[in-house]
């Protein structure tokens, strides 16, 4: 017979319960994987397997953890609760076992085997009936928590449903049920059930006893004295006092030690009184446990002690970082203040910046630098406010927030709490968590932040928060206002070829065992990999370039059997390099040769630096369209219809007829069209490609330009310009104009690429045009005009070509040096 196809469903886990076949049972799921689970059946089926937990406090229990033998059930009623939580209904059809676990990323799959039950003779199940429904009438007349009811479902079931019915409303431990469920022959099953029957009629005789001789002692007291000694005697009898007394005297006294407020101690005592009344083994008791766990082990008066020397943080902070001397001075400041202060409240920093710069690693050497704990905790895609706040305590599995667990893992009350990629906050239905970071990040509030959880006030004014982003733009204003916000830029070409030197190639060949081999590494072969194998803003891809290079290199030296080769010498080189990573992944870029009417040098910020943004327009003869190309964004649209409007603005100056844009088509289009572009910092560029066109005046080739146009021709300030002049500086420009406004941040461009370019200052677009445009010698009308009307724009008289002009305004083959 060929096989028959196992069933493949949902696994839910269950705490403290076991399911039986012929029963329906309520449950409350809140775990996210049992979520799923559920979620998965009703639509598939609405078959799911239930099995038990061997450990109840497991959140996520693997498969070995649970046991093997459950009920394949089918769910009956689903029903939403508060938050995310759902009451569901199921009904148990059959035993079964787990075959083999599906994976599953969010919750378990498992391929089940329905169990083969042993039914009794027809004799032997008549008997059985008989002798579970005699003990279990006898047993519901000494135990008045037993429904009546129950009796009328019993009567027509037979004897191994019946011992499956009895269980389930029996006070046994779960391991006592497990057995019953894991009993396929229904005899056995029933003797097992009539052993527990009468174990739990003498314990039910037996509270009888105790409650008589209680009620006795206690005939004059109030009824909570009186429940008080009843569990204390039921613990006696059960062996379970002593030990629950010692653990609560270790509280006590922990409670006595621990440095913290008086108002919190007096709420955690409150606590402590609770817990000595309740049953050990109650659900509620394990709560109260962890809560009064959770406050003890908080630091509530315990601080680590800064490390005040600034010699020896400014050290330390120069030897695990390049550059970045902004983030270093702030910090220093901060040791600077505290050590004459004494009592500062902890900085608030956001750190922002494209990836790989290092501002997750530099949050640790900052820690290392003050001497605190460092603690990580990430932020990208939640969504949860209680992951900030907690979860209140009238939920099941409820927990404090993320905040104060990274507070007790650290162990002091003013560690270094690094919030990682705060720009990916996400909200939805259950609260937005960067509302809640709002008095996590306020100095002024802080001081008593209140966890759902902990319902106490707590003192984050000593935490020192540094939080990281890619960009500002996924944070919050209210947020953002909040914080000290420190740009981090991407690296030069010089950074990253020290760091790659310094730093980058002394810890791969640690990590692939070359540490002691004498491997000759020019900075020439850094700048190499940096232009041709790297296109980032920090130094990630650097880095894993490098230990390629490491990892082929070690794998060459072993293939020689040779041990003495692993020390070398070794020389690297460009041509090994691209031996061993292949072709280049990205060639070097360089401007035109030539000048050429038409194209213009524009330079753009991206996150991985700056780069050269040619500019070309084509004229056509046409009716006055105007096509825009190259995956433009609406300012980068709107910046050359600008353009556009100024050039005919200025038609008569520039000797164009009147009427001429509606006698052409212009079409500007930016290379690289795959690439999506935007911002107003090409305007200017634009202006002169359309007058080069337009005038038939070559543009310079050795000239890039940034600058955001106006109709009237003003030149506004843009940003980046440390990374786009260091794009001009790479491709071999040698004049950078640039708007007046921007001089002031010619400080943060290196010395030595200040040294090669000339940067021209401009406030209007005449004087772009001067510098740009070749302007031919021998027009003595344009010149004259200039010098009459430098305000007004420029006169030619030549007419519309295609033709490249060298730079003496000659055409090529008579180009002479500028």
Known sequence: MPDIELPVVPLLPLRDVVSFPSTVLPLFIGRTSSLAAVEYAMNHGKTIFLTTQKAADSNNPPINELYKMGTLARVLQVVKGPEKNIKIFVEGLERATIVEQIKNPIFTLVKVKPAKEIPSPASGDVAFSTMLRKSYNDFIATNSNIPRELAQKLAKASSGTLADLITMHLRVSIQERQDVLEELNHEKRCELVLGLLNKQQEIAQLEQKIQARVKKQLEKNNKEYYLHEQINAIRNELGENEDNQAELAKLEERLKEKKMPEETREKIGKELKRLKTMSPMGPET?????????????????????????????????????????????????LAVQALVKEIKGPILCLVGPPGVGKTSLARSIARALGRKFVRLSLGGVRDEATIRGHRRTYIGAMPGRILQSIKRAGTGNPLLLLDEIDKLASDVRGDPASALLEVLDPEVNSTFSDHYLELDYDLSKVLFICTANTLAGIPPALADRMEIIHLPGYTEEEKRSICQTYLLP??????????????????????????????????????????????????????????ALLGPYQVSKEKVRELLGPEKYLEKATEDKCFIGLANGLAWTEVGGTVLPVEVAIMEGSGKLQITGKLGDVMKESAQAAMSYV????????????????????????????????????????????SALTNLPVRHDVAMTGEITLRGRVLPIGGLKEKSLAAYQVGCKKVIIPQDNVKDLEEIPEKIRQKLTFVPVSNMDEVLQHALIIPKNDPIFHATLALEPSLGIRVTSRLTSQAIGDNGAPFGERAPI
Not at 304 to 310: G, R
Not at 540 to 550: A, H, I, N, S, Y
Not at 658 to 670: A, E, T
Not at 677 to 684: N, V
């Open 648 to 691: 005919r603005s200025r038609a008569a100056l520039l000797d164009l007829a009147p009427d001429l844009h509606s006698k052409i088509d212009i079409h500007i289009h930016v290379p690289d069209g795959a690439t999506p572009k935007d911002g107003p910092s090409a305007g200017i560029t634009m202006v002169t490609a359309l007058i």
């Open 286 to 334: 394990t709560m109260l446990r962890n809560y009064v766990d959770l406050c003890l082990d908080l630091p509530w008066e315990e601080y680590s002690e800064d490390n005040h020397n600034i010699k020896k943080a400014k050290t330390i902070l120069n030897k695990d970082h390049y550059g970045l001397e902004k983030v270093k001075e702030r910090i220093l400041e901060f």
């Open 507 to 564: 810890r791969q060949k640690e990590a692939v065992g070359l540490k002691e081999c004498k491997i000759s590494w020019p900075a020439s072969v850094s700048t190499y990999i940096i232009r041709n194998y790297t296109k980032e803003a920090g130094v990630r891809t650097l880095e894993r370039t490098v230990g390629t290079v490491l990892r082929k290199i070690a794998l060459e030296l072993l293939d020689k059997g040779d041990e003495k």
